[in-house]
C-alpha cells in the first residue's frame, strides 16, 4: 500500500510477524455507476421536493420535562474515566478497561538525558496505586504470561533522577508486549532512535501507547478486533500494535515542530526492516486511537520529521547488549577485588 493512499485511511491493521503495518478502516472512494443510455439525465430533470428538516434543540425552552435522567449523578457518574496522572518523567492517561494507559507522554532534552542522578538496579515494578485496584494491571496478571512488562517511556529516558526513573516502573507506563524481537529488540532501537533526535532539535516530545486494530478473517472477508488477555483473572488486554508520535521543536518561540508517528505490530521484526516502513500520518493514528495530538499546531508550524533527518535505526542486538552489561559487572567485581587485596580500599570502607 502507497503512502499516498495511508493518507486516506482512519485506522491500521495487524500486520504478519515482521512486515510493514499496513492501514485500514477509512475513507473509501465512491464507486460511480456506468453511465448507460437509461441512466442518461434529460436535459430538464425534475427535481423532487425534499421537506426541509427541523433540527430540534436540546432542551427546549418550553419543554417542561417529567424525567431528569441527569438526576444519575447523585449516585456517581458511571464513567468512563481516564486517570490523568502526571509524573517528574511522564504523564499519562490511562484505560480501565483494557488496563493499559491509552497514551503516556515523555520530554527529553540533551541536557536531560546527559544527567546521571537515577540508576536502573535501584528501581523495581510497581503497582500504581492512584487507581483503584479493582481497575489497575497488577504485578502477578503478568507472571508466566509470555509477555514482557513492556514501558512505554522508557527507564533510560528518566535517569535525570531516581525518582524519576522509579515512576517509569509504575504498571501504569507498561503494556505487554513480544519481548524477544520486539520490547527487546526492535522497540529499543526506535526510544534509541528518539534520543538520538536530540542531537538535532533542543526539545522532543514523544507520545507513545497502544492500539487494539483488526484484521481481516481469511475465510470470511470480514475485519474483526481480537486481541489476547492476560492476567489472574484474565483482564490486561494485549495490544495489537503500539504506536509513537514524536514532535522535534526547534527551541525558537512559535517556531516550526517536526512531526512524525509511528505505528509498530506488538510482534517480533527484523532489525533489517526499515523504521520509514512503519512511519504512517498522524491522522491514522488519531483516527484509530480515538485522539488528537496537534490540533492546537498549525499547519505553518509543521514539519516532516523524516524529511529533515534520516529516519533510520541504529541496530545493536540485545545479547551483545547483555554481554557488555555484564562485562561491565565483571569489570567493576575486579577492580574491588584488586583494591581490597592492595589494601587501598579495605572491606567496611569505601562501599
Known amino acids: ?49 425534499v421537506p426541509e428538516r427541523t433540527i430540534p434543540q436540546y432542551p427546549s425552552r ?51 538525558l546527559s544527567m546521571r542522578g537515577g540508576d536502573r538496579r535501584h528501581s523495581f515494578f510497581v503497582e500504581d496505586t492512584e487507581v483503584p485496584s479493582k481497575f489497575r494491571a497488577k504485578l502477578h496478571d503478568y507472571f508466566r504470561s509470555g509477555y514482557d512488562r513492556g514501558h512505554q517511556v ?17 504498571l501504569t507506563n507498561m503494556c505487554p508486549q513480544v519481548g524477544d524481537g520486539f520490547n527487546r529488540d526492535y522497540w529499543a532501537h526506535l526510544e534509541d532512535f528518539c534520543r538520538r533526535l536530540t542531537n538535532y532539535f533542543p526539545s522532543v516530545r514523544i507520545v507513545t501507547g497502544p492500539l487494539y486494530l483488526p484484521r481481516k478473517d481469511p475465510e470470511d472477508g470480514k475485519w474483526r478486533v481480537s486481541y489476547e488477555v492476560i492476567g489472574n483473572p484474565p483482564n490486561v488486554a494485549v495490544p495489537t500494535h503500539f504506536y509513537k508520535v514524536i514532535f522535534a521543536e526547534d527551541g525558537k518561540p512559535g517556531g516550526d515542530v517536526s512531526l512524525a508517528a509511528f505505528v509498530l505490530p506488538n510482534a517480533p521484526i527484523a532489525n533489517d526492516k526499515p523504521l520509514t516502513n512503519f512511519e504512517v500520518p498522524i491522522e491514522a493514528v488519531e483516527r484509530a486511537s480515538g485522539l488528537e495530538f496537534a490540533s492546537k499546531l498549525p499547519a505553518q508550524r509543521r514539519r ?48
Open 1 to 49: 500500500m502507497s503512502k499516498t493512499t495511508l493518507a486516506f485511511i482512519a485506522g491500521i491493521s495487524a500486520a504478519t510477524g515482521a512486515a510493514a503495518t499496513a492501514a485500514i478502516y477509512s475513507s473509501r472512494q465512491e464507486r460511480k455507476a456506468p453511465i448507460s443510455a437509461s441512466t442518461v439525465p434529460s436535459p430538464n430533470p425534475t427535481v423532487p421536493h
Open 62 to 112: 418550553d419543554l417542561v420535562a417529567p424525567v431528569n435522567p441527569s438526576g444519575l449523578f447523585q449516585y456517581g457518574f458511571p464513567g468512563p474515566v481516564n486517570d490523568l496522572h502526571p509524573t517528574p518523567s511522564t504523564t499519562s492517561a490511562f484505560d480501565r478497561r483494557t488496563r493499559n494507559p491509552v497514551w503516556v507522554a515523555e520530554h527529553i532534552t540533551a541536557e536531560s
Open 154 to 170: 522508557p527507564a533510560a529516558d528518566a535517569k535525570w533522577s531516581q525518582e524519576a526513573m522509579n515512576s517509569t516502573f509504575l
Open 304 to 351: 516532516r520529521l523524516c524529511g529533515n533527518v534520516t529516519c533510520a535505526l541504529v541496530v545493536r542486538e540485545y545479547a551483545d547488549r547483555q554481554k557488555d552489561l555484564a562485562g561491565k559487572q565483571f569489570v567493576k567485581k575486579e577492580m574491588i577485588a584488586t583494591k581490597t587485596k592492595t589494601g587501598d580500599d579495605p572491606v567496611g570502607q569505601g562501599q
